[in-house]
C-alpha cells in the first residue's frame, strides 16, 4: 500500500472517530498532528483509531506500536508522517514473513 492511499483511509477514520464522539473535527490534511490537534485524541482512543486503520487497510498493526507518536523522539506525527510510517511498518512485516516462509 501507498502512503497517499493510507493517508486517504487514515483521515477518513480519524474523521469518523470524532464524528462518533460527538468531539469537533478539525478540515485534515497531511501535515496536522491528531496527537496536538483533535480534541481528546489520546492513549484511550490511539489503539482504537490504529485497529480500525489496520482493518480498513486489511492488514496487522502491533497493539504494542503507536503510529501517532515517534518512539525515539517522542513527538507526535503528522497524518503524512503516521501514512509513511505504517506503509514502512508494513513492508518490513511483509519481508520478515517472506524471509520466514
Do not use: Y
Not at 473535527?25 to 501535515?31: D, I, N
Not at 518512539?71 to 519481508?95: G, M, N, W
Request: proline residues 7%; negative net charge.
Amino acid at each position: 500500500m501507498d502512503p497517499a492511499t493510507l493517508k486517504e483511509k487514515l483521515i477518513a477514520v480519524l474523521s469518523q472517530i470524532q464524528a462518533d464522539s460527538g468531539l469537533e473535527c478539525p478540515a485534515l490534511s497531511g501535515a496536522i498532528k491528531p496527537v496536538e490537534t483533535l480534541p481528546k485524541f489520546d492513549s484511550k482512543v490511539w489503539p482504537v483509531a490504529t485497529t480500525i486503520l489496520a482493518i480498513e487497510i486489511g492488514a496487522t498493526i502491533p497493539n504494542d506500536v503507536n503510529i501517532f507518536v515517534d518512539e525515539t523522539t517522542k513527538l507526535p506525527r503528522s497524518i503524512d508522517e503516521t501514512a509513511i510510517f505504517v506503509c514502512d511498518l508494513l513492508k518490513k512485516q511483509s519481508e520478515k514473513e517472506a524471509a520466514a516462509a
